[in-house]
T-cell receptor, first 115, second 117 residues
Framework: EAQVTQNPRYLITVTGKKLTVTCSQN?????MSWYRQDPGLGLRQIYY???????DKGDVPEGYKVSRKEKRNFPLILESPSPNQTSLYFC??????????????FGPGTRLTVL | AQTVTQSQPEMSVQEAETVTLSCTYD???????LFWYKQPPSRQMILVIR??????QNATENRFSVNFQKAAKSFSLKISDSQLGDTAMYFC??????????????FGQGTILTVHP
C-alpha cells in the first residue's frame, strides 16, 4: 500500500531533550516536506527536500533540523525542544513535476507536547 | 509572499442541506493551484478538490464544487447534500506551479464544519 508513515504518532517530552520524528514513504517520491499545524494558523511549512541531500528552509525552520540521506526517509530533528514547539506535525511527499504540480500525500500526523 | 485567508472559523449545516465555505488568497503569480483539504477528527489530511488557475471551468468532485473567481482571488467550496461524515476541519491551500517555491502549500486558518442530523 502506497503510504507516508510517521513515528511516533504521539510524544510527550520535556524541554531540552533531543528528539527525532521519522517520516518514510514507499512511493519513490523525490519531494518531501514537513509542516506544523497550530490553532488559528493552519499548516506552515518547516523544511522541504527536493531530493537526496537537497534540503531547504520553509517558513518556520527555527529550532528544527532535517536530513535526507535516503530517498524514502526525511526525519525531523528537534535538538533542544521548547514548549512553543508543541504542535501537530505532518510529513508530506510527492513526485517532482517540474513546472506543474503533483498531489502531495500526507502522513497521519505526530502530536508533540513539550513540557 | 502568498497568503490564504479563511474568514469563517466555524460553520454548521443541517444534514442534506448545502453549505459554502469561503477562501480568499493573495498572489502575484499567474500560474498556480488551489485546493480544499478535509481534516476529520482522525487528523488525516484528505484532498477534496483541486483547481488549476489556468482553467476557467470550476472543478467538481461529486457533491463538492468550487467557485473560482480569479480576478477577485476568491475560491469557495460548496458542499451539496451535506452528510454527517462531512463534519471536519476544512483547509483552503495554494501553491505555485513550479518556480522557487515548488511544492510549498500555503494554508488558510481552517474552517470547522459541523453537520447536524
Amino acid at each position: 500500500e502506497a503510504q507516508v508513515t510517521q513515528n511516533p504518532r504521539y510524544l510527550i517530552t520535556v524541554t531540552g531533550k533531543k528528539l527525532t520524528v521519522t517520516c518514510s514513504q514507499n512511493m519513490n517520491h523525490e519531494y518531501m516536506s514537513w509542516y506544523r499545524q497550530d490553532p488559528g494558523l493552519g499548516l506552515r511549512q518547516i523544511y522541504y527536500s527536493m531530493n537526496v541531500e537537497v534540503t531547504d528552509k520553509g517558513d518556520v525552520p527555527e529550532g528544527y533540523k532535517v536530513s535526507r540521506k535516503e530517498k524514502r526517509n526525511f526525519p525531523l530533528i528537534l535538538e533542544s525542544p521548547s514548549p512553543n514547539q508543541t504542535s501537530l506535525y505532518f510529513c508530506a511527499s510527492s513526485l517532482f513535476a517540474g513546472d506543474g504540480y503533483n498531489e502531495q500525500f500526507f502522513g497521519p500526523g505526530t502530536r508533540l507536547t513539550v513540557l | 509572499a502568498q497568503t490564504v485567508t479563511q474568514s469563517q472559523p466555524e460553520m454548521s449545516v443541517q444534514e442534506a442541506e448545502t453549505v459554502t465555505l469561503s477562501c480568499t488568497y493573495d498572489t502575484s503569480e499567474s500560474n498556480y493551484y488551489l485546493f480544499w483539504y478535509k481534516q476529520p477528527p482522525s487528523r488525516q489530511m484528505i484532498l477534496v478538490i483541486r483547481q488549476e488557475a489556468y482553467k476557467q471551468q470550476n472543478a467538481t468532485e461529486n457533491r463538492f464544487s468550487v467557485n473560482f473567481q480569479k480576478a477577485a482571488k476568491s475560491f469557495s467550496l460548496k458542499i451539496s447534500d451535506s452528510q454527517l461524515g462531512d463534519t471536519a476541519m476544512y483547509f483552503c491551500a495554494f501553491t505555485e506551479a513550479g518556480g522557487t517555491s515548488y511544492g510549498k502549500l500555503t494554508f488558510g486558518q481552517g474552517t470547522i464544519l459541523t453537520v447536524h442530523p
